[in-house]
């Protein structure tokens, strides 16, 4: 069973792409959802499939080299497109869109095979080579770029001085605006720390890069920083690029299949638009604010196995499961059953370009209606059914429903979803190493947020976290850290429940808690389910 192994909808997506690769057969996403069983599933292969959707190829080797020749001018992907749209309404967002990332190490690193391996990325993935005309939603790909490299010996510290340091050179690093007309479009710190560790921190725009190509862009830094140490050539086949990607959302557009999404999503907001009442401790700004903080709870090895084994007799993965109960959540704290959080997917994915770097995001806002007196079960089933439908649908990019819907923008709140679940595909990076020693990823607060509240699932083996990115201008800390609270008591409510599976997820929030005011406004919705 494709979800009881742990199946959700980012490999869902890839598993789609890569059947209408090899086998020529074009089978809508929601096929998984009703066959998700493998013997079931084949027999879907010649079973009224249609044709297959025209894919861009990957470029030989000569014409990857010949295309970096000269600078060639290409419109931006759709999610490029929206950023620029964004910045160009408020300036000040331009920061609240860096992304910082690090490759903990454990051993040292070796500057010359560094610097090596990182002119080898810029040299790959042409978006790191680009200047962005955000007017006019282009961007120009040279033939040369470059980076920025800050090499920082805190060895000789002491624990806490080093890591100190070490917060602040972060912080520093991923608060400094990027020049997107001019470049560069990379910036890296190498932090040498007591212990023989190491650190490599990699902190790109979100105009460049995703969530989903950050983590091509660390893996094949390794295989090339490893190739620089050892003296030979990285094992990599040739690159395709964001060029690729404009080009095949081009395609995409002009087929059958766009009107299909288009009125999906339509469909969704046919009735009035959401609003989301979210109690702020503070009054909302008249003006885009970004000064964000986070609160991370992680779940211990216990509870994660016993949620793990609740999932998995679900026929459902872990991460269906806190989805699930963080959106019956926010449905209490927001007083509503109409509910919309928006889902960040990899759109690359969908197209079968998964080496790509670039913006390739489609934001998804996803819309439900959550039943107050729904049991687990259900939550569980209209949670995978909502999130495969929305990902079947994704390359509808959010600006355009926005545009369709003929609906304004605000420069101080977000439209559609003002609150964010990212399944963190980070999380499924395994094996990365540079050289012999092995790297252990994490991605860094920059102390900037765009939407209210950002709730992000990191789930690997051994390692669940749950990050809730706020902004600070709107929450006080202690608002966050009882949401958290609640949250992971009503995730332990279900691991330690016998029949948690048929029981009203009220119950389960509910149980065994005594209220606990929260800050300002708020009532506690946990304290009564």
Aim: proline residues 5%.
């Amino acid at each position: 069973d494709f979800f009881a192994l742990g199946g959700h909808s980012l490999n869902a997506v890839r598993m789609i792409a890569r059947v209408r690769k090899e086998f020529g057969v074009s089978l809508p996403l929601g096929k998984l959802f009703e066959a998700p069983r493998l013997e079931a599933f084949a027999a879907l292969l010649g079973a009224g499939a249609s044709p297959p959707q025209q894919v861009v190829q990957a470029p030989s080797e000569l014409r990857a080299a010949q295309r970096n020749l000269e600078p060639r001018r290409v419109a931006m992907t759709e999610g490029q497109r929206e950023i620029a749209g964004s910045i160009l309404v408020e300036r000040s967002t331009l920061i609240a869109y860096n992304l910082s990332f690090s490759m903990h190490v454990a051993g040292a690193i070796e500057l010359p095979a560094l610097r090596t391996a990182l002119n080898a990325l810029v040299d790959r993935h042409e978006v790191l080579r680009a200047s962005f005309d955000l007017e006019n939603a282009t961007l120009t790909i040279g033939p040369q770029g470059g980076f920025e490299l800050s090499e920082n010996d805190l060895s000789r510290l002491g624990g806490q001085l080093a890591e100190a340091q070490r917060d602040a050179l972060l912080r520093d690093a991923a608060s400094a605006p990027f020049d997107l007309a001019s470049g560069p479009l990379l910036r890296v710190l190498s932090l040498r720390l007591p212990e023989g560790r190491s650190e490599l921190v990699l902190i790109v725009h979100h105009m460049v890069c995703d969530g989903w190509s950050a983590g091509v862009l660390m893996r094949d830094l390794a295989v090339l920083y490893t190739a620089a140490l050892e003296g030979r050539a990285a094992a990599l086949p040739p690159a395709q690029g964001v060029s690729d990607l404009v080009e095949a959302e081009a395609q995409w557009r002009g087929s059958a299949e766009a009107e299909t999404h288009r009125r999906f999503w339509l469909d969704k907001y046919a009735s009035s638009l959401p609003v989301m009442d979210l109690t702020f401790d503070k009054p909302h700004p008249a003006t885009t604010t970004t000064a964000a903080a986070r609160v991370v709870t992680r779940l211990d090895a216990e509870l994660e196995a016993a949620l793990r084994g609740v999932a998995q007799r679900a026929d459902t993965p872990l991460r269906n499961l806190i989805f699930a109960s963080f959106r019956y959540y926010l449905s209490m704290m927001v007083g509503s059953p109409d509910v919309t959080v928006g889902i960040p997917v990899a759109g690359q994915i969908a197209h079968g370009l998964d080496d790509i770097v670039a913006h390739g995001v489609s934001f998804l806002p996803v819309r439900a209606t959550i039943e107050r007196g729904a049991s687990l079960r259900d939550l569980l089933s209209q949670a995978r059914r909502d999130m495969l439908e929305a990902v079947e649908h994704q390359n509808y990019t959010h600006g355009a429903l926005v545009r369709d819907l003929q609906a304004p923008r605000s420069s101080a709140r977000h439209l559609l979803a003002p609150v964010v679940v990212n399944i963190d595909g980070l999380a499924d990076l395994e094996n990365i190493a540079l050289g012999a020693a092995p790297v252990r990823i994490e991605v860094n607060s920059t102390g900037h947020e765009f939407f209210d509240l950002f709730f992000n699932q990191f789930d690997a083996p051994g390692r669940v976290e749950l990050t809730w990115n706020y902004k600070t201008d709107l929450f006080l800390e202690a608002t966050i850290q009882l949401h958290a609270g609640n949250v992971l008591a009503l995730l332990r409510a279900i691991a330690e429940t016998p029949d948690a599976m048929d029981r009203p997820m009220a119950a389960l929030l509910s149980h065994g808690r005594q209220v606990a005011p929260a800050s300002g406004e708020h009532a506690d919705p946990g304290a009564a389910g």
